[in-house]
T-cell receptor, first 112, second 114 residues
Framework: QKEVEQDPGPLSVPEGAIVSLNCTYS??????FMWYRQYSRKGPELLMY????GNKEDGRFTAQVDKSSKYISLFIRDSQPSDSATYLC????????????FGIGTKLQVIP | DTGVSQDPRHKITKRGQNVTFRCDPI?????LYWYRQTLGQGPEFLTY??????LEKSRLLSDRFSAERPKGSFSTLEIQRTEQGDSAMYLC???WGTGNYGYTFGSGTRLTVV
């Protein structure tokens, strides 16, 4: 079993829809949770960063962490065609330890 | 200096040849990381530097792989005697400080071994 599980999709939604992306994990030591967006043939770009449980909102993006269920989510409101990309969840233990474990990514397509 | 720079962007090499990639991190970032990403997979950790010290190496980093970061600035990743299984995107990332605030990735070097 992988430490981080993520549905690869693809997920196709119409423009303006609310998108929900999710990951589960097995390592209870994970404390920092991130979402990266990756366009084709580009490096990942950090979208959201959260520590421990709770919600964090940034514009059209909301990240949720439920440590009791080992489940994290990213919601995208009013999705746009420019949101079409692969979304990678990522996580790491607390402290100065910097190795990050990534999910395999969910490919999202927003159809105009 | 607006981001992490990687060179070359693409590299095609014959099996058995040696290749070297370069990464220039964001100038004030003291931490540098190498990851490898194959098609349809997330990035996998290879190695990590804090300044010039290589603090961790993944078991994915076989004896054919070596990474350096002289003087804590740019870094190189060398693969000796390349194999077809080495074909992947090699990503470099950097970060600053002792906290964990996420990486800044470069655009990667895509290696194809033929």
């Amino acid at each position: 079993q992988k430490e981080v599980e993520q549905d690869p999709g693809p997920l196709s939604v119409p423009e303006g829809a609310i998108v929900s992306l999710n990951c589960t994990y097995s390592n209870s030591a994970f404390q920092y949770f991130m979402w990266y967006r990756q366009y084709s043939r580009k490096g990942p770009e950090l979208l959201m960063y959260t520590y421990s449980s709770g919600n964090k909102e940034d514009g059209r993006f909301t990240a949720q962490v439920d440590k009791s269920s080992k489940y994290i989510s990213l919601f995208i409101r009013d999705s746009q065609p420019s949101d079409s990309a692969t979304y990678l969840c990522a996580m790491t233990p607390s402290g100065g330890y910097q190795k990050v474990t990534f999910g395999i990514g969910t490919k999202l397509q927003v159809i105009p | 200096d607006t981001g992490v720079s990687q060179d070359p962007r693409h590299k095609i090499t014959k099996r058995g040849q040696n290749v070297t990639f370069r990464c220039d991190p964001i100038s004030e970032h003291n931490r540098l990381y190498w990851y490898r990403q194959t098609l349809g997979q997330g990035p996998e950790f290879l190695t990590y530097f804090q300044n010039e010290a290589q603090l961790e190496k993944s078991r994915l980093l076989s004896d054919r792989f070596s990474a350096e970061r002289p003087k804590g600035s740019f870094s190189t990743l060398e693969i000796q005697r390349t194999e077809q299984g080495d074909s992947a995107m090699y990503l470099c990332a950097s970060s600053w400080g002792t906290g964990n605030y996420g990486y800044t990735f470069g655009s990667g070097t895509r290696l194809t071994v033929v």
